[in-house]
């Protein structure tokens, strides 16, 4: 597996991952429009401020997309998701693995945003150092949603 800069194709492949709005705005959060359109999906996930990155398999395929941004004195980890035909085979700690790697270096704290519900990637999350933290104060609080922090 590889992590590299995610393309336009990559996005209108992930697009098809979310076969409903729930399942959108729970990757994307509370500003994803669905139905998914590519321009669209552009503007909502700040493509052009964002760096976005696709994990994909030995032959090209994408199996995996996530976002870095430069947010609250971190890396802010954003839109991070594995392909639902290729869950449960432990590709999300191999993605996060990649992604701070690729996104950081020794000295780089990384922040992202999880819900509540979604316990498997709050797991995750904690699995390789994250932990709970407040909210940054410019940030608004999202209903059910933590913010974690790893530190270097």
């Not at 696709?54 to 994408?62: E, F, H, Q, R, T």
């Not at 392909?83 to 701070?100: D, E, F, I, N, T």
């Not at 407040?134 to 530190?151: L, N, R, S």
Request: charged share 25%.
């Amino acid at each position: 597996m590889t992590i590299r800069p995610a393309s336009e194709q990559d996005l209108l492949e992930l697009s098809d991952w979310f076969l409903t709005e729930s399942e959108a705005k729970n990757w994307g959060g509370p500003s994803i429009h669905f139905p998914l359109s590519l321009k669209q999906l552009k503007i909502d996930i700040e493509w052009d401020v964002a760096h976005s990155y696709a994990l994909v398999d030995k032959s090209g395929c994408l199996i995996g997309f996530a976002q870095a941004f430069n947010k609250f004195g971190c890396k802010h980890l954003g839109r991070i998701v594995v392909s639902p035909q290729m869950r449960g085979k432990k590709l999300g700690y191999k993605l996060m693995v990649a992604l701070l790697g690729f996104a950081g270096t020794n000295d780089v704290s990384f922040s992202l945003f999880v819900y509540d519900h979604n316990i498997p990637a709050k797991k995750l999350y904690e699995s390789i150092g994250f932990e709970v933290r407040a909210y940054p104060e410019e940030q608004p609080e999202i209903k059910d949603c933590v913010f974690m922090v790893k530190e270097t």
